[in-house]
């Protein structure tokens, strides 16, 4: 077990030992964290998960999550949370994302406080706070706790942790929140997010696993792994069909392939340095 390794665990007895509530997304970060508090626990409730089921998850997340906390054996709450409360959200704006989180932990939070439990934590690694992440700050002010980021541990580290511990998502992609794909200043509809669920699991049904449909009202520009350009090409077609049938006008590929947070390359550097932590 190496430095980081030994670090995370102890960190995770210490929590243990006030119990906590782990958000959970059915992801790679907060499933390794599920594993590792599952595997430490002294007692069966002293670890529960909450899913925060709003409409900018997806299903897919929901069944993932749901089966997780099933095969580790830590009960699962499941929170409907309606994000379209906040203006800042349904408006997109720049600090969406930091309005957001703030949204979503509070019930995190009052979950915890209801059940006594002393901490509230989630899966932020290092690679988060090199990125435009309003949310980090969210979490900050709410007092949650990033055991990963704590403990020095990037993405690729978190990945193969998970894979030596037999994590079932371990190489499952990264899927941020739905919200992500829109341009800021963009009004969110529920209807615009039912939309996209849609269309990117049509790509993925076709085989395709590192992709984004970037939503520009009625353009879907699409992100893929500039390998698959080719594959995606031949597949046109029943994309073409599928897309227009869900009310796109115009569906493009971008050259310059996937890559995380595109939408925030509008940004200028003073916008994104003002959330740095």
Request: hydrophobic share 40%.
């Amino acid at each position: 077990m190496d430095k980081y390794t030994k670090k995370l665990y102890q960190i995770m007895r210490d929590l243990l030992k006030e119990k906590i509530v782990l958000a959970f997304s059915g992801g790679v970060d907060s499933a390794l964290l599920l594993k590792i508090a599952s595997s430490l626990r002294q007692n069966e409730n002293d670890v529960v998960a909450m899913f925060f089921k709003a409409p900018s998850s997806t299903e897919e997340d929901l069944v993932n999550a749901k089966n997780l906390a099933e095969e580790m054996q830590v009960k699962l709450y499941i929170k409907d949370v309606d994000i379209f409360v906040d203006d800042h959200i349904t408006n997109n704006e720049k600090d969406r994302c930091y309005h957001c989180k703030s949204h979503l932990f509070k019930q995190a939070i009052d979950l915890k406080d209801e059940l006594g439990y002393g901490y509230v934590i989630d899966g932020t690694n290092t690679d988060d706070h090199k990125v435009y992440r309003p949310g980090l700050m969210a979490l900050k002010n709410l007092g949650v706790v990033s055991p990963l980021n704590m403990a020095g541990f990037s993405k690729e580290m978190v990945r193969a942790l998970a894979s030596e511990l037999g994590v079932s998502v371990a190489k499952r992609p990264s899927a941020p929140c739905l919200l992500t794909r829109f341009p800021y200043g963009t009004k969110i509809t529920p209807a615009k997010l039912d939309r996209l669920e849609k269309a990117e699991a049509f790509i993925r049904d076709l085989g395709f696993i590192k992709f984004r449909v970037r939503d520009h009202s009625n353009i879907a520009r699409i992100e893929l792994e500039p390998d698959d350009f080719i594959k995606f090409i031949d597949k046109r077609y029943l994309v073409i069909k599928e897309f227009k049938t869900l009310g796109f006008s115009y569906v493009t590929i971008d050259l310059e392939g996937f890559r995380s947070g595109s939408m925030d390359e509008g940004l200028s550097e003073e916008e994104k340095k003002k959330w740095v932590l």
